[in-house]
């Protein structure tokens, strides 16, 4: 399966922080230091998601490099082959897609009828919904991302150390404090980074809270 390139990275080795920042920066610092004899393994984390990040270290550095660029180079051309949502609202001639992604939706036949009878037709009307869903949901959708990031990242690099699952409870719950608290014995460099990915689900949900109780 392709990936896309991720916007910044993070690499370990063992449970000490290596390297930040983009990709190739990344990859090159992470393979000097295990040419530096280091024998710990090597994890590289998406900043964003905290999704592992694959890195074929063999070879030379610029054999590293150069297979980076190629695989993302692919990734960023490579189409879905799925076709665009029925709309049959009127189509002037040549009217440009302006960046529309084509792929498939399944709904009942009352949900494409309904959908065809508004302005625009069927595309049109998902785009409009689609939208107002975002900004309706932009917030619970950044507490939730930033969730599934840090549980993420805390499974692989934290699973076994004290306090690892009221950590968990407490990241779901938005509890800084006791996130912190339950934290405090982990690796420096692996509890920052856990609460780094953790920090908008923390702290909006404790501002939300504290709002609440005002």
Not at 157 to 175: H, I, K
């Amino acid at each position: 399966m392709r990936s896309s390139k991720p916007q910044s990275c993070t690499s370990f080795v063992g449970k000490e922080r290596v390297a930040s920042g983009d990709i190739e920066e990344v990859a090159r610092k992470s393979k000097q230091w295990l040419e530096s004899g280091e024998q710990r393994s090597l994890l590289i984390f998406d900043d964003v998601s905290a999704r592992p990040v694959e890195i074929d270290v063999r070879g030379s550095e610029q054999a590293v490099l150069d297979r980076l660029r190629a695989r993302f180079a692919e990734a960023g051309t490579a189409g879905n082959g799925a076709e665009d949502i029925e709309d049959k609202g009127p189509r002037s001639p040549g009217r440009p897609k302006l960046g529309v992604v084509g792929r498939e939706v399944t709904l009942l036949p009352r949900h494409w009828e309904w959908l065809n009878e508004q302005p625009g037709g069927a595309s049109v009307t998902l785009r409009k919904l689609v939208e107002q869903a975002r900004r309706d949901f932009a917030g619970k959708d950044r507490v939730r991302r930033s969730q599934e990031a840090a549980h993420r990242f805390m499974s692989a690099m934290a699973g076994d150390e004290a306090g690892y699952e009221e950590a968990s409870r407490a990241l779901f719950a938005g509890s800084r404090e006791r996130f912190e608290a339950s934290s405090r014995e982990w690796p420096e460099d692996v509890r920052e980074y856990a609460l780094g990915l953790a920090a908008e689900a923390l702290d909006t949900q404790a501002t939300s809270g504290s709002a609440t109780q005002s």
